[in-house]
């Protein structure tokens, strides 16, 4: 199958392409710029596979949570594209997608991305013996200090939210720390690993029921909140 997966709902802006039995991707670090390396990253791999847009099955997204502005541009470009093709979305899990970035062993793993605001993004997984991933909880939003973590023996954890909140994180942890990184961030070629096995299953979507998840309603602070009023 040939499916291009976008992941935009972090700093990192991200898009691959299955082609067959193949995965290629391009990565950037580029808070602020997902709008404008995006499309272009995606008719760079189309070009490289020599593909066309209608020769895709299926457009994939990393429907977030995340960045309110980076998942709302990721899942309107997929929309857009998969209109103008004809073609379903198949929706992801951004923190799926992000704890794919740990290791491949039996240890349970915390995804976790910072939210600003003192607040988290946090979903916890493991391994499944097909390659997947099986959920042990569900997607949330809370501060640091409030993580509730199901009992496991072991922990590896990805994520921005490490790099900020690792002391108290740790803290939170129910077993062994095995593996920790705060430099990783979901990506596309994540995305579209898990899209491939959602689209197999019969779970893509039509376009327009693609939609964002945001865990919260409230995108800012108010002025007395930041100390400015």
């Known amino acids: 199958m040939n499916l291009l997966a976008i ?29 404008e390396l995006a499309l272009p990253m995606a008719d760079a791999l189309l070009a490289e596979a020599g593909l066309g847009r209608h020769a895709l099955d299926a457009i994939a997204v990393g429907r977030g ?23 379903p979305v198949v929706p992801v899990s951004s923190l799926a997608a ?24 946090a979903a916890c997984y493991r391994h499944d013996d097909a390659g997947g991933l099986v959920a042990l909880d569900e ?17 590896n954890v990805v994520g921005s939210g490490w790099a900020t909140y690792a002391e108290v994180l ?11 990184d705060g430099d990783r961030y979901p990506q596309a070629r994540h995305v579209a690993e898990l899209a491939v096995r959602e689209y197999r299953a019969g779970r893509a979507v039509p376009p327009e029921q693609a939609l ?3 865990l919260r309603d409230k995108v800012a602070l108010t002025l007395t909140e930041q100390g400015k009023a």
């Open 170 to 180: 740790r803290g939170r942890l129910t077993g062994t720390l095995k593996h920790a």
């Open 7 to 35: 992941e935009t709902s972090t700093e990192a802006c991200s898009v691959a392409l299955v082609h067959g039995e193949e995965v290629i991707a391009r990565s950037e670090l580029a808070p602020r710029r997902h709008a």
């Open 98 to 121: 992000l704890a794919l970035e740990a290791p491949q062993d039996q240890a349970a793993i915390l995804a976790v991305i910072d939210a600003r605001m003192g607040e988290i993004y």
């Open 139 to 155: 997607e949330r939003i809370c501060a640091p200090a409030a993580l509730a973590l199901p009992e496991a023996p072991a922990w």
């Open 65 to 87: 949570p995340g960045a309110f502005t980076g998942v709302r541009l990721g899942v309107a470009l997929a929309q857009g594209m998969a209109l103008a093709l004809d073609r």
């Open 212 to 214: 964002p998840v945001y």
